[in-house]
């Protein structure tokens, strides 16, 4: 009789309460928690988009571009490598985290870094207060592993797995600390070409990871970075492309800071053979890195988390090859240096998006915060997050107009010997004394994008407190300094903006902006301490 009974009560109960909580678990607020998305950060050295970056990586244009979203305006903060990944990682522009250059003296992966942002970063945020397990591969910072900042026993705070190249971007023979331990490699391809290395270890991950917490993977390639060095399958592709003849390559840049004024031109043949031969080796170089991306992609697709999982593909700064007769590099204030590609799939983002909202660097770090549920405003981060851009939850008469560049000019303090006349003060220097970077070579710019305005504004700190302001719309290859002639007002207020931005932190850099119509301009405002360069403004475009 025993047998035929019905489940005891208690027992009974007992299930229903599981199938319930079962129930809510699955499809309530616990299960969004447990199914918080995946993200992968996939980082370039030097890759533009202004003179055709994106056109050797068909891959990646296809499996992240036209499976997202792509935006036309995504800029750097400054353009160079460190600045700019020190602003990717702490979501500040370079005023607050105080990287002003590649070197350990400008505070590049320095004691002083670590020690006040590198614990503050958005890696670091994912892993202590979201649960992320986290993975770093590639290139950090330029100094990363310098013995007098604790070598490559250091693992910055944040990473669960670490895989940080020492130093500058290389190919073959570097050492990588794995987990604080030094790795060499060398020169043989099948085991060392560091971007197939990458790619790689990232699969790796992938394949040993928990399946039980969500992850963040950054994935940072030496690509299109010197010394250009191509894997031997790719060396002998684009062997008839040159570097684009944009209207502003080859001329003589009229009205524009002395540095740029420097340049000859027309360029020597020498030059420009050299210059098309890099273009080309960037190129090739590239080519592995589109191989990387299909490799995660179809790794991540393979194992079932492609859907669940934002995939983020941008660069760290611009380059130039022979646009306004500089021959090759970045650090200059023009879109070619300072607009980089961006590109983004993930959950709730509709394929084949273009979007000309105005995003920064800055704000990928609170980008990828808001993705894991996390509260920006609760950070000290100046950049704002762009993922209601990309899910079509604001528009552009909503979104920001404006954002800051910042970039701090350097210069040796002897005069080359080859180049005497040059005089001290400047740097990177080419056989023909055409130079790309000197110790006034310090700006500021306001970069506004706004429905009815693309406009630069930038002021250099130097003797001449020499501006230079360009209508993006009218002249995109900004041609024309139009400083002179811009209305008094407008200069008036933009001059006040740039002050502005140039003293933000954390909220106060997402204000609005002069193009904006929340914005108030109160002439007796403006900065006492500044004022003298108001002044000198105003005497200089009489």
Known sequence: MGSNRSCPLPLLNCLLICVTLWSYLSSGVFAKSYRRP???????????????????????????????????????????????RASILTGKYPHN?????????????????????EAHTFPALLKAIAGYQTF??????NQYGHPEAGGVEHVPPGWSFWV?????????????SVNGKAQKHGADYSKDYLTDVLANMSLDFLQHKSNFQPFFMMVSTPAPHSPWTAAPQYQDRFNSTKAPRDPNFNIHGKDKHWLIRQAKTPMTNSSVQFLDDAFRKRWRTLLSVDDLVEKIVKRLEVRGELDNTYIFFTSDNGYHTGQFS??????????????????????NIKPNQTSQMLVANVDLGPTILD????????????????????????????????????????GSNVSDPACPLLGPGVSECFPDCVCEDSYNNTYACVRTVAPSTNLQYCEFDDNEVFVEVYNVTADPFQLSNIAKTIDQEVLEKMNHRLMMLQ????????TPGVYDPRYKFDPRQMFTSHSWRLSRLRQKMK
């Open 38 to 84: 995946n993200i992968v950060l996939i980082l370039t050295d030097d890759l533009d988009i202004a003179i055709g970056g994106l056109s050797p990586l068909n891959k990646t244009k296809k499996l992240i571009g036209d499976a997202g979203i792509s935006f036309t305006n995504a800029f750097v903060a400054s353009p160079l490598c460190c600045p700019s």
């Open 97 to 117: 985290h105080h990287v002003i250059n590649n070197t350990l003296e400008g505070n590049c992966s320095s004691i002083a870094w670590q020690k006040s942002e």
């Open 136 to 141: 770093f591969a590639g290139k950090y910072l």
């Open 164 to 176: 940080g190249l020492e130093k500058n971007s290389k190919y073959y023979n570097y050492t990588l």
């Open 326 to 347: 500089l021959p090759l590099d970045k650090r200059q204030l023009y879109e070619f240096d300072i607009r980089v590609p961006l590109m983004v799939r993930g959950p």
């Open 371 to 410: 993705i894991a549920g996390l509260d920006v405003n609760k950070t000290q981060m100046d950049g704002m997050s762009f993922l209601p851009v990309m899910e079509g939850k604001t528009n552009s008469s909503s979104w920001r107009t404006d954002i800051l560049v910042e970039y701090e000019g350097e």
């Open 503 to 510: 003293s933000c932190a954390g909220q106060s850099c997402r």
